[in-house]
């Protein structure tokens, strides 16, 4: 079984600071991870993933992660930050070899401020 | 091209009556997946449709649900005896590969 926490609930920053959003996970097995970003609304929106290969993934808008294998950890970041990028984000993770089911963290809303 | 649609995008009904919520997968996506969105639960999944196979129903969380996804393409969810608790928003993904989903704009449930 997996399951993925993410550490912060909330994210404040001023627009053109850089951001990070951790999320840490657990899986006996190996496994595929996620950033989803959710504006208000709105489904989710595949921000970038990790399959294998570089453990540095870039994503859209700017966005990049980090796999880091001995802390089990996949933080987001983001070098500076807009308005736009106001929304919750989501770390997901699935087993390698299962179905692709996703786990979910319970998600950071990231506030952008002016 | 056409994304992930659901139906209706909101939902309001009375305690006890029976919904069903409609999702139409991308075109060509061979799996399917529901997933429900509340605030005292997260995101979680409910259950798993991939081309002719049994679906994974693991995460329903209990026999009121039930999934069905004819031809193997449309998915219709259907929650029996609604409950306040069954409030939420119901997301249906699709995927092609297994490793990226597209998810749909979801269908808000209201339970009075």
């Known amino acids: 079984a997996q399951s993925v926490t993410q550490l912060d609930s909330q994210v404040p920053v001023f627009e053109e600071a850089p951001v990070e959003l951790r999320c840490n996970y657990s899986s006996s097995v190996s496994v595929y991870l996620f950033w989803y970003v959710q504006y208000p609304n709105q489904g989710l929106q595949l921000l970038l993933k990790?399959?294998?290969?570089?453990?540095l993934v870039k994503g859209i808008n700017g966005f990049e992660a980090e796999f880091n294998k001995s802390q089990t950890s996949f933080h987001l970041r983001k070098p500076s930050v807009h308005i736009s990028d106001t929304a919750e984000y989501f770390c997901?993770?699935?087993?390698?070899?299962?179905?692709?089911?996703?786990?979910f963290g319970q998600g950071t809303t990231l506030q952008v401020k002016p | 091209g056409a994304g992930v649609s659901q139906s209706p995008s909101n939902k309001v009904t009375e305690k006890g009556k029976d919904v069903e919520l409609r999702c139409d997968p991308i075109s060509g996506h061979t799996a399917l997946y529901w997933y429900r969105q509340s605030l005292g639960q997260g995101l979680e999944f409910l259950i798993y449709?991939?081309?002719?196979?049994?679906?994974?129903k693991s995460g329903l969380p209990s026999d009121r649900f039930s999934a069905e996804r004819t031809g193997g393409s449309v998915s219709t969810l259907t929650i029996q005896r609604t409950q306040q608790e069954d409030s939420a928003v119901y997301l249906c993904a699709s995927s092609r590969t297994g490793t990226e989903q597209f998810f749909g704009p979801g269908t808000r449930l209201t339970v009075l």
């Open positions: 997901a993770v699935s087993g390698s070899g299962n179905t692709g089911k996703l786990i």
């Open positions: 449709f991939q081309g002719n196979s049994a679906p994974d």
């Open positions: 990790y399959l294998s290969g570089s453990t």
